[in-house]
């Protein structure tokens, strides 16, 4: 184990932890090899902050608590053009004010993480209670055409494990990720092993090999361009503006533009089929859906079990990656099925990309909540039952 791990595992305190879904996204960013925090206090995503303050500095990172979310966004963008590892923590309020700087990022191609612990809103809501109301906020939030890497575990292992997922996919692909948790999540404690170093693997953002000849946005076959630091004696020219291969802006230019926003999509649409996650469950034996996510689908987990036991033929598809959306997936479920449950902790958001891609081939059944209470099994097992009454 290489000296800087040895560090980690001190600092986090032994190898089988019982801790918090923020305590755990805080050690999966040290595992993944994060090295600066800027961030600003929030509910219920200040345990994040506070815990990265604890361990960072302890292995020569760095921690900064900004003045405000719009400040730490920018401060982990720019970090991040040092050659760091970044990572920021926030709620929906806070969110919302960084939308501006995560487009930015995308522009500009600065690979960093970005953890969204949920809280029930709008404004500002519920503080301590849990909702999925911020889930098209992280795909549409920011303007124009692009495209994001959003993650939404449903346990604290395996929200440190996306944790890790999340910078190897923001090396990889030179753009900013969401981790998605929601503030029950957050707050709920479980058991939680700390992998050791044969256990995952790290990825590293593609640095450039010589500066003769060097574009700092110009891809190859990946789409996505080498990076050199600033400092290193690159020439580095870095903007939001639409820009050419060198960097420079060139907005009057419609060929530049739509060159520039098409590879910025493509780099990660033509590699859906390696960034999407998902569970199934039944999914071979099943007339009825349950489409999950999050919190929720560890509910819905158990009722399927207990629906099969019923003689309920119902199966589950838990998404792990929200976006990019995967529409061929659910694409494939509804040919299977007569109808799908889409439990969702808001009043319908992901069941609008779920109506699309299913074009009619089956009925949709939204199951709404709000207030910050999740769906109980008795909920959805009354509505495969009523399902499993109706003619068809």
């Known amino acids: 184990m290489s000296t800087y791990r040895e560090r980690i595992r001190q600092a986090l305190g032994g190898k089988v932890q019982f801790v918090q879904g923020d305590d755990a996204c805080a050690y999966g960013a040290i595992l993944a090899g994060c090295t600066f925090f800027a961030g600003y206090p929030i509910t219920p995503a200040t345990e994040v902050a506070e815990r990265m303050s604890e361990i960072l500095p302890k292995l020569g990172g760095c921690y900064i608590q900004m003045e405000d979310e719009i400040a730490s966004i920018g401060a982990i963008i720019g970090a991040s053009w040092t050659g760091a590892k970044t990572m920021t923590a926030t709620s929906g309020p806070g969110f919302s004010l960084m939308q501006e700087n995560l487009g930015y990022a995308i522009m500009t191609e600065t690979p960093c993480v970005i953890i969204n612990v949920q809280r029930s809103g709008p404004s500002t809501g519920q503080p301590t209670l849990a909702a999925y109301g911020d889930m098209m906020q992280a795909r549409w939030g920011t303007h124009g055409d692009h495209e994001i890497i ?138 009825i859906a349950i489409i999950a996510y999050g919190i929720t689908a560890r509910t819905c987990h158990d009722v399927v079990e207990e629906g099969r036991r019923r003689g309920i033929k119902v199966g589950m598809l838990r998404l792990i990656t929200i976006w990019p959306f995967p529409e061929e997936l659910i694409a494939r479920w509804s040919a299977r099925v007569h109808t799908m449950i889409v439990p969702e902790m808001n009043l319908g958001q992901i069941v609008h990309p779920i109506r699309e891609a299913v074009e009619g081939r089956c009925t949709i059944k939204l199951l709404a909540k709000i207030g910050g209470d999740l769906h109980s099994p008795t909920e959805l097992l009354e509505a495969l039952e009523e399902l499993q009454c109706q003619p068809r």
């Not at 870095?238 to 230019?253: A, I």
Request: with cysteine; aromatic share 10%.
């Open 150 to 287: 959003m993650l939404c575990p449903s346990n604290v292992q395996e929200t440190l494990d996306l944790t890790i997922v999340a910078f190897n996919l923001a090396e990889r692909y030179r753009t900013p990720v969401l981790l998605f948790i929601d503030g029950e999540l957050g707050h709920m404690r479980e058991r939680l092993v700390i992998p050791d170093d044969t256990e995952f693997e790290l990825c590293d953002r593609v640095r450039a090999t010589s500066p003769v000849g060097y574009k700092p946005f110009q891809a190859g076959e990946s789409l996505v361009p080498a990076f050199a630091p600033f400092g290193s004696g690159y020439r580095t020219y870095v903007t939001g503006l639409t820009h050419n291969e060198q960097g420079l802006p060139r907005t009057s230019s419609a060929p530049i533009h739509d060159q520039l926003v098409r590879r910025l999509s493509a780099k990660i649409t033509n590699h859906t089929n390696d960034i999407v996650r998902y569970e199934e469950f039944y999914a071979d034996d099943c007339e």
